[in-house]
């Protein structure tokens, strides 16, 4: 099974800037392709990107599109998510994803592997 470990989370302003990074380790990283979701406090963990194994294809929660970018490096089994003009509705407890079992990304219960989760804090 892969083994996923999250970084970046933090405390930052509203509009403000954070890179997110899931490392893998475990199987073969560039096989899968790889999942953002996150969980805000009192709420059900959501979908927010998901990059194809090659990195040439993404997809966007339409409440995060054109503020988040997915990215991957292969080398280096990991995937990234940089995080732009964040907003308080933003802070949430963040999740990579891998492993897929079919192409239905947006649900939770489509991913075998999570990590343990990075929290993001954005004040207003």
């Known amino acids: 099974q892969v083994r996923l470990v999250e970084s970046g989370g933090g405390l930052v302003q509203a509009g403000g800037s954070l890179r997110l990074s899931c490392a893998a380790s475990g199987r073969t990283f560039s096989s899968y392709a790889m999942g953002w979701f996150r969980q805000a406090p009192g709420k059900e963990r959501e979908f927010v990107a998901v990059?194809?194994?090659?990195?040439?294809?993404?997809n966007y929660a339409d409440s995060v599109k054109g503020r988040f970018t997915i990215s991957r490096e292969n080398a280096k089994n990991t995937v990234y998510l940089q995080m732009n003009d964040l907003k308080p509705q933003d802070t949430a407890v963040y999740y990579c994803?891998?492993?897929?079992?079919?192409?239905?990304?947006?649900?939770?219960?489509?991913?075998?592997?999570w990590g343990q989760g990075t929290r993001v804090t954005v004040s207003s």
């Open positions: 990059i194809n194994w090659s990195g040439t294809n993404k």
């Open positions: 994803a891998s492993e897929p079992r079919n192409s239905d990304y947006v649900k939770n219960s489509s991913w075998s592997s």
